[in-house]
């Protein structure tokens, strides 16, 4: 069964830094789509950072200039460096990959982060 596993969340401090990875145990193909979404409580899941099927990088605007999407395909794996972090990028992070040849998608289990002021 195919299967994510999120690590490097944790507790840092405002203007610190966290590399988030995700691995997961298919391959991740060129034109697989890889996504970072985050919840916060009490609020909907939102999309962070994604690799498009077609290359493209795309970034909420509060992600923009701090986070950075990045993928080793070699090594089946997606990382999330986040800079400058800010009490409100506090949530529980989430790793998806949709394997478009294959026709299905799957989710992490998530990993926290929590940003202290």
């Known amino acids: 069964q195919a299967q994510l596993v999120e690590s490097g969340g944790g507790l840092v401090q405002a203007g610190g830094s966290l590399r988030l990875s995700c691995v997961s145990s298919e391959s991740i193909l060129s034109d697989d789509a890889v996504d970072w979404y985050r919840q916060a409580p009490g609020k909907q899941r939102e999309l962070v950072a994604s690799f498009t099927r077609v290359g493209d990088t795309v970034y909420t605007d509060s992600a923009k200039g701090r986070f950075t999407i990045s993928r080793d395909n070699a090594k089946n794996t997606v990382y999330l460096q986040m800079n400058s972090l800010k009490p409100e990028d506090t949530a529980v992070y989430y790793c998806?990959?949709?394997?478009?040849?294959?026709?299905?998608?799957?989710w992490g289990q998530g990993t926290q982060v929590t940003v202290s002021s």
């Open positions: 998806h990959v949709l394997f478009s040849r294959r026709g299905f998608d799957i």
